[in-house]
């Protein structure tokens, strides 16, 4: 005849197979947790990368646009800032906004040719790549 336990302390603990699954399970979802976080954060600061590109193209256009107005009389790529802190200088910008990946202001400038050295263009220096396969210093 087989003799059964009943109610001891041994019947209410769990075993060490049902500890180990609900750690295993945990853990995945901890790992999953940090995925998305970090997915998150990316996609933000390519979001606010791609904003202060875009902030700064439109204050060089609106320089040149305005000394195409106010001065007619210069040349076409003398129009065009000499450099980004003349924006500053000149209100079209606050500040020079920092690379959300670098965290340094320091942009890589597209001049308008060798011999005028204007701001025409600004690129990112974050190496890497974006969420969509592209370079961000192809942005």
Known sequence: MLKTIKNTQFNKAFTLIEVMAVVFFLSILSVSVIEGYEYGVKK???NMLKNELFSIRNAVDRYYLDN???KPELKHLERFPKTLDELVKAKYLRKIPADPFTEKADWKIIYTS???YRVYDIKSNASGTASDKTLYAEW
């Open 68 to 70: 195409l107005r106010d």
């Open 44 to 46: 933000m600061k390519e």
């Open 114 to 116: 060798a011999e005028t």
